[in-house]
């Protein structure tokens, strides 16, 4: 059964990209029709992320100025090229929309915001935009990369989607806000059939320095210290930032899926582009491996 | 191609059904009583405007209705082959082939008269073909019965039987009849078919430098449908369709892609625009698309999935009463209404500055109240008044009393630093029931219904410090606490408000708050 699955957040910078990116790469390696899409129209990122520069962007389907096949770009080779393991698996598409961040069109999209007549006849294209996806490009899932915060496209992106992953980061974490954001408008969605999780991302405390991105045959030499290579890291508590380790799913009233922790290599790399496929043996491509694997996800 | 043959009961219902709309290869016509339409196809050369026309025929015939093909330049053999592939033959009894230049003596270097004699060829060829005028009768004749169809439509043409006709190329035709006689054909041909019950589709080839006769047909047909070509990153064609326009109906003009396969059949990205389906004769509610199964219906609002319906669901809880700003319909909601107006404000002794000090004021000391401000924007609708104002609130009943509770304590303590006529007065009505929320001439969300509407009637019956409440809402409060069972009072069994209806009045005070005095409309 296709899922539809959104990544929120109340702040940015919390990974949201990174992670739909990464895990949308997962998805498709393992023989999935993944169709990524940038909704992160008022800040748009995956096209830096991928280093594409988009002839036709979400922004023209909704405006009426192109078709679905002209918007999704297919990045199937994209996996292949940088896949550090062969597969002999058959690989499933990966199809990604982009966000235009023209700030013209960023304006626009806000712009038009003026009248109900006008507002419907974009929301209608957007609903339309995940069932031909889903019915036309025969996507299995389809994973949206939302704008933070409550905004129009935002609550949007949440109520097409079946799963919402309200991801939050260490750190300079706003608690508060996001305890609010949820208890406001989370319910919303659940009640209507769609299932919210938590996903904190950058956990501290873990962080190990590693070398895959210089050298990755240099792994070998790793200290023993360095068991979690080649498998997911089990988060102790948190105890010490939150007071109690249920303290956010009490707050949100949500199911705490995954806690991904914080990697210096990725976080302070220039660019960290699919930790995935490059690495696969990267303790957060494990994490993400074990995301993927939950029943939520259901791979 | 596949041709069903059990088509009978189909065509029968749809025949018989006027009501609903007519489901034409990728397009809903919405529906439309008895009556022809008449719809241009334009779109550049080689997008398959003729491929379409085949499937709208073959669609046509298939449901059991008579098809008419007009064509200035194919003839019969090019005519035959544009349907060779088509399995069950005898369907194509059903339809007519006229090219009114096969078997005449016209060429195409004739004058204006010959353009226009052609003219009138295909439209009596057209009379024949439809029934109007039979084999070998004059133009005299077929005109006094043309007469006759406005007393007694059964006498001439079958009115009631659905026709398919389309007329391939305008193009090819605008060369022998030249643009002006093209024009006054068309005309013709929206007159012979009147009240009839044709759908014409007229062909015409464009590009994107040159509408010119598109815009020139456009005030005479019903219709325009619209084809474009596009090539994908992958140099593949995508061709696609839209009905940009439809006299008397509003349409999303959205595109829809197809494709041309091998036998020539066109399929569409969206397969519910199979014609073996149910003619729809609703819209979801979200989506907007003709509901072609079962419809799920939710209060009053129809959707065409169930998924439609959780998107719907969701926006509308998330977007609470500003649900009417994204343009999706509300349904009935129920709120509980706090309205106050300030007592004496019009009051021409007070000076504008004054009577603005005090406005803000109020504003400011509603803003200061716990009810209020705990309250999300979502689940609240402020709707100003000039010299007050509503609040409806979606969460609880019981919010309205408590904000006019904090607002008579907050009013008390601003008294108390101003002189008299500085000071503030305020009435305030309570009220509860469905509303509506309608977007308004400047596209601002606003709402109206009976629980507004009460709150309002029973403010207007109060004087300065009265927190009067309607019936319902003063009974509800009353069986849920004792507190509130303790300061609402019954004052009146029978107030009468605008229109003659009665309702029970309540007041609600203690010595903290209210006005223990029957109000004077009340004691009158």
New interface residues.
Partial sequence: MPRCIAFHSYKGGTGKTTIACNLAAMLSLRGYNVSLLDLDVYAPSLHAYFNYSA?KWINDLLF?NS????IM??MTSTLTKHAAEKTDRKIGKLLVGFSNPQKEEIYKLEGS?????????L???F??LR??LI??FESDYVILDTSPGIRYWS??S???ADILFLTLKFGDLDIEGTIKMAN??Y???T????KSFLLLNLVSGYCIPRTYLHSSQSADKMSSSMAAEGTAIEIQTFQNELGSDTFLSDQTKMELISAIPCYCDIQFQKKEFLTVLQYPDHPFAKQLEQLAMTKQIGV | MSTPDNNLSHTQSYNNNNSSGLLIPGIYLPLQSIGSRILLLSGPSGVGKTMYCRQFLLEGLLKGEKCIFISTDLSKIQFNALFSDVENKTILDHMDFINPCEGTSLSHNETEISSKRLATIILSDLERSLEIRPAGETEAQASSKQMMKEDDEDVVGNTSKRVRLVIDSMTHAQLLLGERTLIEFVMDLTRLLKGLNVTAILTLTTSSVDQRMVSNLSSIVDGIIEMRLKEDSNDMTIRSIRLRHLKGSYYDPKWTSFKISSDGTIIFRNAQHSSTRASAQFTCALCAKPILGTPLVKSDLIFDSKECMEIYYRLENAYGSKISDTGLPSEAFHASFFYVDIVGLSDPTLSVKNQIQKIQALNELIHSCDSFRKTSAGKRIILPSGDGMAIGFLSSSETPLELSIQLHHKIHAYNQQKYTADSLGVRIGLGSGPVFTVSDLNNVQNIWGPGIILARRVMDAGDNGHILIAEKLAEELISLKDEYRRVINLISNKYRIKHGQEIKLYSAYSKDFGNPQIPAKVFL
Avoid: H, P, W
């Fill in positions: 002839n009426e078709d679905l096949n002209e770009v297919d915001m003026k009248t109900a007549n006008a507002n419907i006849q929301l209608r294209r609903v339309q069932e031909d019915s036309d609550i949007n949440l109520a097409i406001d408008i319910g919303s969605f009640k209507f059939g769609s």
